[in-house]
Structure formats: structure tokens, C-alpha cells
């Protein structure tokens, strides 16, 4: 029977074509809304209002979500004070970066008991509760990095007690004798809350911070940038405070 009388074969055909048509506009559409294998660097949205988060964010092909808020006195009220994950990170494209806004009027919370809890667990648990982690100070004890005392403003705060949000809990951690030693990392080119917290990641503490003359205002200094530093690559004790130097003029930043 020939092909263009066999009503059956033809369908088959169609079948076949329709189905290898389909399946690849649905790849196609998954790879439109996924963006497989696409990538791009988080933009770095420290204070900015939201609605300017937002168009960074379109620009950026990222998304992003208001999930906490603290108080910092001397921050402007409504704008970015921290996001996760960190600027400079790498994401999908559509991802959603989300972010920490700054109250315009402060408001309390309840300060958990940290103690017992691992460095990681305790910074984790601060930050659930809109509160940051401060100084790390290390005394000798067999488990290193687990929380010993907390304090804040240099006294013991204790489980249940308010305290404003965006407050600075230090931690005392214990530390074993052959435990104790931790690389710099490389902070140029972060702003002060960034480089604050990969020092943290390396059980690190910000020591003299130094800004140029032209940073006048609070605004500026979370705007600065990291261009000079203390010890990077070095092997320190853990708790060892580094030095930083911060400017708003970028042309000051070393070579890569």
C-alpha cells in the first residue's frame, strides 16, 4: 500500500514529529524559566532603599526579598543593612537575595541562649533573631568554637532577657591548645558589614578601622570599601583583631 494511502503509517508520523517538536519547546521553556546553567554575580545592595534594591535586582537578573529588619541608630530608617547571600556571591539567574532592612523605630527581641552552641550555630541563631554577632573573645577549653558566656556592652545577657534589634552579642568561645590558628582571608574590596563577617567566617575579629577623610557620614562608611588590610594570607590565633582601612574612592584599590 503506498505511503500516502496508509492513513495509519501518516498518523504514526505526525505522532513522532508533534512529540519531538513538543519535547523540545518544553526544554526550551525550562531552560527560559530556569535559566540553566546560568549564572551571575550578587549585586551588592547595602544601604540602598528597597525600591532601589529592586531595580539593581532587575538589572541584575536576581530577585530579591525583605525577610527581617534590626535597628542601627545611625543608619537611615527603610534601607539594606545586610543580605543573604553575600555581594560578590554566585547565583542563578531569578535567585532571590534576601534582605535585612534597617527599622526606622528600633524594637525588641529575646535573646536566646547560646551557650553550648557551636560558632556556625550561634551565628545562625543571632541572626533568626535579628540581633549580629559581635567580638569573639577565646579562652582555653577542650571544644573548640562552642559558646561559653554571651554578652553585650561588656555584661552577661541572659536567655530570655529583650534586647534591641541589630545589637552586637560578643561571645567568649573555648579553644583547644593544638586548635588554635586560622588564615586571614583577603578583604579588599568589601564593605565594612562584608569584610566584618568573612573575618567572623575565619573565627576573626575587625580591629582599627581607618576611613579616609572624604567619608563624613554613617552612609558613607557602609558605602566604603576595604583597600588596605592587616596580615592577608597570615596564619593568626584565632580572635586576632585585623586591621582594616576603608575609602570610597575605588581607583585606591590594589591590583587583583
Not at 505511503?3 to 526544554?27: E, G, P, R, T
Request: hydrophobic content about 45%; proline content about 2%.
Amino acid at each position: 500500500m503506498a505511503f500516502k494511502d496508509n492513513w495509519i503509517l501518516k498518523n504514526l508520523v505526525a505522532a513522532v514529529v508533534f512529540l519531538v517538536v513538543l519535547m523540545a519547546l518544553v526544554s526550551l521553556g525550562l531552560n527560559l524559566v530556569t535559566r540553566h546553567g546560568k549564572t551571575v554575580k550578587a549585586p551588592d545592595f547595602t544601604n540602598l532603599s528597597v525600591a532601589d534594591a529592586q531595580k539593581v535586582a532587575q538589572e541584575h537578573h536576581v530577585a530579591v526579598k525583605v525577610v527581617d529588619s534590626v535597628f542601627v541608630r545611625r543608619l537611615a530608617g527603610g534601607v539594606v543593612y545586610r543580605q543573604i547571600p553575600k555581594a560578590g556571591a554566585t547565583v542563578k539567574q531569578g535567585r532571590s537575595i534576601f534582605l535585612t532592612i534597617n527599622s526606622i523605630v528600633p524594637r525588641k527581641v529575646v535573646m536566646p541562649n547560646l551557650c553550648g552552641y557551636s560558632l556556625i550555630e550561634a551565628r545562625s541563631e543571632l541572626r533568626n533573631r535579628g540581633l549580629n554577632l559581635g567580638r569573639l573573645s577565646y579562652v582555653r577549653d577542650i571544644a573548640t568554637n562552642t559558646v561559653l558566656a554571651q554578652t553585650l556592652g561588656g555584661k552577661e545577657v541572659s536567655a530570655g532577657d529583650l534586647v534591641v534589634s541589630g545589637s552586637n552579642i560578643d561571645l567568649k568561645l573555648g579553644v583547644a591548645a593544638d586548635d588554635n590558628k586560622t588564615t586571614v582571608p583577603r578583604l579588599i574590596g568589601m564593605k565594612y558589614v562584608s569584610a566584618v563577617d568573612a573575618l567572623h567566617d575565619h573565627y576573626l575579629n575587625a580591629g582599627r578601622i581607618s576611613f579616609d577623610k572624604n567619608i563624613r557620614s554613617y552612609a558613607d562608611s557602609v558605602n566604603a570599601v576595604v583597600y588596605k588590610q592587616d596580615a592577608l594570607g597570615e596564619t593568626k590565633a584565632l580572635g586576632t583583631a585585623i586591621s582594616l582601612a576603608l575609602t570610597l574612592d575605588e581607583s585606591k584599590l590594589p591590583a587583583k
